[in-house]
């Protein structure tokens, strides 16, 4: 798993995408959290809290995970290089696991930067220091548990196809039904809402967020995780059969 966990680093950073992933995920968030006017206006939210950020990070991602993780499987198809892969001395397992951590990676120093932004809306407030930081740490767990989730979806719809495209395509939307679709059907769902909604990833990111880190959001975010790395695992084992 090293071997390949390595390999994807240095594919990422040896061209632009490692330096346009992090470069794209920071601007979007300063643009609209400190100088576009809206809803996600740090400085127009009268609050000294993070929200903006917590709320507006899970669309970037939702986009900026499918163009990291869609030429995963899809480029080693299209180049004829998976079946030379599945032969090299290593399981299935190890090399879709290098696979989701090297991209989760990736993500993740985009996050660290955003720390900043912590220390400087802590400063800002009426009374410095005056920031939820419980709500806030747990609101960072939160964001790496949905990041690990939107990478297992997207390592699994880059075996679909070998078209880098479709794959970003049909991550964006597997992404999307799990994090706003579900959550939009359980409000027609009457009695049943709060059941339905625990099926999706909005309900348990917004629980991450409040500061208590519940088992059960941990097992959903894990859980959605192994259920689309052990699919993909299926369908290289399938393909290579």
Not at 99 to 110: G, H, M, Q, R, T
Not at 210 to 220: A, K, M, N, W
């Amino acid at each position: 798993m090293k071997a390949i966990l390595l390999k994807e680093i240095k594919s990422f950073f040896g061209s632009p995408m490692g330096y346009l992933v992090i470069a794209i995920f920071l601007l979007l968030n300063g643009l609209f959290l400190w100088f576009f006017e809206g809803d996600f206006n740090i400085l127009n939210a009268g609050f000294a809290d993070l929200a903006p950020f917590f709320t507006l990070a899970p669309w970037i991602l939702i986009f900026l995970i499918p163009a990291v993780t869609m030429r995963s499987f899809s480029e080693e198809k299209k180049q004829g290089t998976l079946e030379l892969l599945l032969t090299k001395p290593l399981s299935i397992r190890e090399i879709v696991s290098g696979k989701f951590f090297a991209a989760v990676l990736l993500i993740v120093i985009a996050i660290i930067p955003t720390f900043i932004y912590v220390y400087v809306i802590s400063n800002l407030g009426m009374t410095e220091g005056n920031i939820d930081m419980g709500s806030t740490i747990g609101s960072y767990f939160g964001l790496l548990f949905l990041i690990g989730g939107y990478t297992a979806i997207g390592i699994f719809t880059s075996t679909l196809s070998d078209n880098q495209i479709v794959s970003f395509i049909l991550s964006v939307f597997v992404c999307f039904l799990f994090y706003f679709g579900i959550d939009g059907v359980a409000s027609y769902a009457g009695s049943f809402e709060t059941l339905v909604a625990s099926f999706g990833m909005q309900e348990h990111f917004k629980s991450m967020g409040r500061g208590v880190l519940d088992t059960r959001d941990l097992i959903y975010f894990t859980s959605i995780a192994v259920l689309f790395l052990s699919l993909t695992i299926f369908k290289l084992k399938s393909s290579r059969a």
